[in-house]
């Protein structure tokens, strides 16, 4: 059973629009929760982590989290063509080692 | 410089032939994973290692093998492999606290023919 679900699977925003990235789990002891970007052929790098409800900003980079509902949102305003890539939602247990991710989002920015 | 390493980058087997695929990291981090990527499945975890010879198995560890006897060294080893086990393989570090982070390295792309 996947504990980290995502939604869209894809997405397709034109370029200097807004992208929102979900990402719910069903574990109800995670604790923590990251993003991470990989671009095609690439691996995958973390690009924002939050740990506390509320929302975190960084650039053009938000991200909330609702602990109560286990539920992350990414959200990339000014979107650019090399935002292009598969967005991954990591969650993680207090005291556990193991990463759960998602199947992630692809998202697509068009010129 | 904080860096995760995995040699070969590209490798190429004949079914039944056994693999070894190699990662570093320079961080002297505790804990290393070992995930496959396949197309629409995400990242699954094959292995995960929490120190020197303190090995777990992780949610597909059929078909695979690890060893780690050194800190910085994490291999995974396919004996006899099939071709369902063509993939990218990454591997990835992390020191292990709360709010600690992975670091991947560059993967390992593995056809099995």
Not at chain 1, 90 to 107: D, P, V
Request: proline share 4%; with cysteine.
């Amino acid at each position: 059973q996947q504990k980290v679900q995502q939604s869209p699977e894809s997405l397709i925003v034109p370029e200097g629009g807004m992208a929102s990235l979900n990402c719910t789990s069903s574990d109800r002891n995670v604790d923590y929760f990251w993003w991470y970007r990989q671009h095609s052929g690439k691996s995958p790098k973390m690009l924002m982590s939050i740990f506390s409800n509320g929302e975190k900003e960084e650039g053009r980079f938000t991200v909330h989290l609702n602990k109560a509902s286990l539920h992350t949102s990414l959200h990339i305003r000014d979107s650019q063509p090399s935002d292009s890539a598969l967005y991954l939602c990591a969650a993680r247990n207090t005291g556990y080692q193991n990463f759960y991710f998602g199947k992630g989002t692809s998202l697509t920015v068009i010129p | 410089d904080m860096k995760v390493t995995q040699m070969p980058r590209y490798l190429i087997k004949r079914m039944g032939e056994n693999v070894l695929l190699e990662c570093g990291q320079d961080m002297s981090h505790e804990t290393m994973y070992w995930y496959r990527q396949d197309p629409g499945l995400g990242l699954q975890l094959i292995y995960i290692s929490y120190d020197v010879d303190s090995n777990s198995e992780g949610d597909i560890p059929k078909g695979y093998r690890v060893s780690r006897k050194k800190r910085e060294h994490f291999s995974l080893i396919l004996d006899s492999a099939k071709t369902n086990q063509t993939s990218v393989y990454f591997c990835a570090s992390s020191s292990g606290g709360n709010y600690a982070e992975q670091f991947f390295g560059p993967g390992t792309r593995l056809t099995v023919l």
